[in-house]
């Protein structure tokens, strides 16, 4: 017992700590990069910076395939363009696995604000929105501003009213206004609903002045009342809240002839390049194939399909192939409920253990400024190295507290190791599930930077020989 507690007291001293912790950082160890293989990774950042293939695969999927919300024939033809890019570009075991997803057909959309002045509003209806009566909807709006104050409120205000949902979303580079806004998009409805309104209608989630509504879907749930729901662009909200504050009733009327339709069948398009040493072992890539149908899917997420894929590519034909298999996942359904996620969590359970590493894009072409893991302690040394490589690309480290984003976040969930590249999101949510966005909204600079910052991160993840451990389960 004397002896045990004696060498307990050694191991654990500083010194000892000390020791050990340079062991656990020397390249021998495993859990490091030796000089040569940060040298390999800064080459390829290189090479990235002066290659357009990322910035021609946006083109070419918003050029030739467009809009393409799950389900429809823009979705398919989505999953038969990438898997087509894929192979040309020198993938291989390029297949589509297939997904079932929810189908939701958008109709027309009509919001008009009859007294008292009259007037036409830009909005367009949410995701998962039933449709109004033919005739429309017509109702007095109460005013509210977020879920919180609606569950305040005087409950007999509700009931045959339009309630009209005022909160703003916040502009910031880390797009943490997003996350506060959008659960009125998701619950305005049901919330509304239950207590007797007719339809409700958001201000939009976004933090530009167009005159565009930005879409996006509800998180509905079992047992929900489903009443129509619209958002409506910026300043036709801010019109809206002129004529509430004449002290005036407003009446509005919606018409919108949106509806679900059966599911349909998607798919989740993979393609990789096989390691040099351990090809059963994978590192992900991963970004959404589905978009919103009112732009062409251009920052989201046809930039996350785009730069992962030329990244992948990068490393394909780099001089050295990595230790480890890139593969890259290009999810189907993101944005109706992670379909393509969960499928392909489910589908390759068994293989858990073999998917060493995950990152996903999918936050737009723009500025990259931080990097964020979530790995064991004893693993930060090797990420402190993956993001020295790229510090000359502006990019810090900022703690081992990563998500995997939406898609990716699903495999984080169970204990794969992940990173998330931070970008500088102040203008995204400009363009963010609008009309506007669009390729020209791309800047081919950005992408290439985008696509340096994952192919060094992808290509160092997948050769470092002692692996990432497993992280922590739960999300
Ligand atoms: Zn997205």
Known sequence: MRYFVILLAVLTSPYALATQARAAESPAS???FTAAQLEEAAALRELALRDD?????????????????????GDAAAV????????ALGFQNVHAEPVRVPRWQRGECRVELLSPWPQTCAAVALGGSVATPDSGVEAEV???TN???LARMDSTRIPGRIVFFTGRMDRSADGSGYGRAVTVRGRAAAEAGRRGALAVAIRSVGTDRNRLAHTGAMRNKPGDTRIPAVAISNPDADLLEDQLASGQPVRMRIRNTSMWADSAWSANVIGEFPGRERPREIVVLGAHLDSWDLGTGAHDDGAGVAIMSAAARLIGRAPLRPRRTVRVVLFANEEFGLSGARAYARDHAAEVERHVFGMESD????????????????????IRAMQGVLTPLGVQYRGNDASGDADVGQLAALGIPVCDLDTDASEYFDLHHTANDTFDKVDPLLVRR????????????????GGFGRGPKGR
């Open 142 to 144: 109460i005013p509210v």
């Open 147 to 149: 879920l919180d104050e």
């Open 30 to 32: 495993g859990l490091t």
């Open 363 to 382: 936050l737009g072409a723009f500025a990259p400024l931080g990097l964020r893991s979530r790995v064991p302690a004893d693993r930060l040394s090797a």
């Open 80 to 87: 038969a363009w990438a898997q087509a890019q894929l192979r």
């Open 450 to 465: 985008n696509v340096a910052c994952y192919a060094v991160l992808a290509w160092l993840a997948a050769d470092l020989p």
């Open 53 to 73: 293939t990322g910035y021609e695969l946006l083109r070419s999927l918003t050029s030739r395939v467009g809009p393409r919300l799950a389900g429809t024939p």
